[in-house]
């Protein structure tokens, strides 16, 4: 069982930057995560992409973001890194650690990104 802990959520004013973090562990072996990202949820809306990238280094951003929001690996600390710039109250949501190994897909408790206008 992979368990991914997310860090750095907060209350930031419109224009400006945050950066989260999420580490993996597991109670037994850590088999290699392929897929490590985040997602999104707003209030009353569906979860959404944030931004994911491959254990290679390919990413994929949600449109809403490109251009302005980065993810990053550390392969060797199994963690994955979002900064997030020029953030928008739109940005307003919890946004939700995700891995993937090749028994399953795994997600964090969550971290609330509130930006205010």
């Known amino acids: 069982q992979v368990q991914l802990v997310e860090s750095g959520g907060g209350l930031v004013q419109a224009g400006g930057s945050l950066i989260l973090s999420c580490a993996a562990s597991?109670?037994?072996?850590?088999?290699?995560?392929?897929?490590m990202g985040w997602y999104r949820q707003a209030p009353g809306k569906q979860r959404e992409l944030v931004g994911l990238?491959?254990?290679?280094?390919?990413?994929t951003y949600g449109d809403s973001v490109k251009g302005r929001f980065t993810i990053s690996r550390d392969i060797t600390k199994n963690t994955v890194y979002l900064q997030m710039n020029s953030l928008k109250p739109e940005d307003t949501a919890v946004y939700y650690c995700y891995g993937e190994t090749s028994f399953g897909h795994y997600w964090g408790q969550g971290t609330q990104v509130t930006v205010s206008s």
């Open positions: 990238m491959t254990r290679g280094s390919r990413t």
């Open positions: 597991a109670s037994g072996t850590l088999f290699s995560i392929n897929n």
